[in-house]
């Protein structure tokens, strides 16, 4: 049974920079597409971005283009979301999560059912 452990959430200032991990444990890494999404108060939980099972190919939501970058280490079984430029707006729980069973394209994690696996949540608090 595969599980994912984020870390790395906290209080930023609007502008600043935060890394977050997700660990995973109980399966083979390198064969799950990998992604990050996030839900606001009061909101529904929203797709953030997404990286292929080798890490050359990554997918964001255009609220988040050119300011988050989702990376990985399949030797650590990690993947990481880096925020940079964060704003007021990002203040969210931020939820790793992974597709083990194969789908069509990498876009297919923002859509229902792309997710096989969630993480509990890290929170990021965004002070503007």
């Known amino acids: 049974q595969v599980q994912l452990v984020e870390s790395g959430g906290g209080l930023v200032q609007a502008g600043g920079s935060l890394r977050l991990s997700c660990a995973a444990s109980?399966?083979?890494?390198?064969?799950?597409?990998m992604g990050w999404f996030r839900q606001a108060p009061g909101k529904e939980r929203e797709f953030v971005g997404a990286i292929s099972r080798s890490g050359g190919t990554t997918y964001y939501a255009d609220s988040v283009k050119g300011r988050f970058t989702i990376s990985r280490d399949n030797a650590k079984s990690t993947v990481y979301l880096h925020m940079n430029s964060l704003k007021p707006e990002d203040t969210a729980v931020y939820y790793c999560?992974?597709?083990?069973?194969?789908?069509?394209?990498?876009?297919?994690?923002?859509?229902?059912?792309?997710?096989?696996?969630w993480g509990q949540g890290t929170q990021v608090n965004v002070s503007s």
């Open positions: 109980g399966g083979t890494f390198s064969s799950y597409r």
């Open positions: 999560a992974a597709q083990i069973q194969r789908r069509t394209n990498i876009a297919s994690m923002s859509r229902d059912g792309g997710v096989d696996c």
